[in-house]
């Protein structure tokens, strides 16, 4: 059974500050890890993708993952009132000899941006 | 780059009719396209796999004959909600896999109403 699990919130941070998501997942054999923006109403955004252990950057974003702890976190630096969303972690088990399974999509973190 | 769009955005429609969603990935070929679906408060759920060229894969729960996909060329993949039903109401929404670590874009989504 492929789980994944996000504090739903909500989780308020001051404008200017850090925000961090975390998610943790169960099957080891997850290979892509991503994270998705939501706002309400409207479909998911990919915000970050990793693939391997360690930090990834991306503008005011950074993905960390650790696979020995099955831990993968976003954060978010200089926080905007536009980064308020819900923040989906998802993996994906990657097949051998190819094709793809869909994401398992934890059930989010309600982020709100204070300003 | 990584477009998908979905059509129609909304739909509102009598209990028993069927109603057809289209995905289409603009500007990459998907060999694999998902439909997922998505209650109030709730995180995504996978209903299928869409595989160009051969059948749809369903996810535990979900009635292939009711919610009948096609995926007729590599940039378009089709959801029937057939004998709709009030307890389909829902935002259902696609996305297209890109490369081997399957990274997904979604469409826009589709709001389903069935009265």
């Known amino acids: 059974q492929k789980e994944v699990e996000q504090n739903s919130g909500p989780l308020s941070v001051p404008e200017g500050a850090i925000a961090s998501l975390n998610c943790t997942y169960s099957?080891?054999?997850?290979?892509?890890f991503f994270w998705y923006r939501q706002y309400s109403g409207k479909s998911p955004e990919l915000i970050m993708s990793?693939?391997?252990?360690g930090d990834k950057e991306d503008g005011r974003f950074t993905a960390q993952l650790n696979k020995a702890s099955q831990y993968v976190s976003l954060l978010i630096r200089d926080s905007q009132p536009s980064d308020s969303a819900t923040y989906l972690c998802?993996?994906?088990?990657?097949?051998?000899?190819?094709?793809?399974?869909?994401?398992?999509f934890g059930k989010g973190t309600h982020l709100i941006i204070q300003p | 780059g990584a477009v998908v769009s979905q059509h129609p955005s909304r739909v509102i429609c009598k209990s028993g009719t069927s109603v057809k969603i289209e995905c289409r990935s603009l500007?990459?070929?998907?060999?694999?396209m998902f439909w997922y679906r998505q209650f109030p408060k709730q995180s995504l759920m996978l209903m299928a796999t869409?595989?160009?060229?051969?059948?749809?894969?369903?996810e535990q729960g979900v009635e292939k004959d009711k919610f009948l996909i096609n995926h007729a060329s590599l940039t378009l993949s089709t959801l029937t909600v057939t004998s709709a039903h009030p307890e389909d109401s829902s935002f259902y929404i696609c996305?297209?896999?890109?490369?081997?670590?399957?990274?997904?874009?979604f469409g826009p989504g589709t709001r389903l109403t069935v009265l």
């Open positions: 998802a993996v994906n088990l990657y097949r051998e000899g190819g094709g793809a399974d869909g994401l398992t």
């Open positions: 099957d080891r054999g997850s290979q892509s």
């Open positions: 990793i693939y391997s252990n």
């Open positions: 500007d990459f070929q998907a060999t694999t």
């Open positions: 996305s297209a896999g890109r490369d081997i670590y399957n990274e997904q874009f």
């Open positions: 869409s595989n160009e060229g051969s059948k749809a894969t369903y």
